[in-house]
């Protein structure tokens, strides 16, 4: 029997609509940061996820159009492209994209992700194929009617996808409705 103290285990982090520029664990710490930029100049705005203990720029966020975003790693320059993700559907009770990792094919049936949920109800799944990586809910406590759609959670996966890749993506599904 393997030792239940050496399987990894998924990795909740907390998102509230109070606070849309940060991320905690369980103990209220704070994770990631991220700061907002609208550029006056052109229709792109940037979102920086930031290492909250280093302050350190982990990605940045380029929103290309109204379907289309691009993440390259640290600050940006062209050489570091990590991402490209493009929204598939957009209806009022589904949304759907595909996320294009640096130096794979832009086609439809390459994509390294796909995020589908309801933004709504702060429901997101992102699948690696047929798997789970990760997954957004709302905060349900027994015996509550209406649930709040203020705070919600992000369920991290163990996998071998970095942890801050997710929580861009989650940045991008939710974008403007956090």
């Known amino acids: 029997m393997a030792n239940s103290s050496a399987l990894p285990i998924p990795v909740d982090l907390f998102l509230s ?4 520029d940060y991320l905690t ?6 994770i990631y940061r991220l700061t907002r930029h609208s550029l ?26 109204k ?30 994209f595909k996320v294009f990792l640096a130096g794979e094919s832009l086609d439809d049936s390459n994509a390294s992700f796909e995020m589908k949920g309801w933004p709504f109800q702060r429901s997101c799944t992102i699948y690696k194929g047929n798997t789970i990586v990760a997954q957004t809910s709302l905060m349900h406590k027994l015996h509550q009617i209406w649930v709040r759609r203020g705070r919600f959670r992000l369920t991290i996966f163990p996998s071998s996808v970095d942890p801050a890749l997710i929580v861009a993506l989650v940045v991008i599904f939710f974008d403007g409705r956090m």
């Open 40 to 65: 006056k100049s052109s229709s792109v705005d940037k979102i920086v996820l930031l290492d909250a203990a280093a302050a350190d720029p982990l990605i940045s966020i380029y929103r290309v159009n």
């Open 25 to 30: 664990n369980s103990s209220g710490d704070i």
């Open 67 to 96: 379907e289309t975003w691009q993440g390259f790693k640290g600050d940006v320059s062209e050489e570091d492209f990590l991402f490209k993700v493009q929204r598939t559907l957009n209806k009022i009770r589904r949304t759907e």
């Open 17 to 20: 609509k109070e606070h849309p």
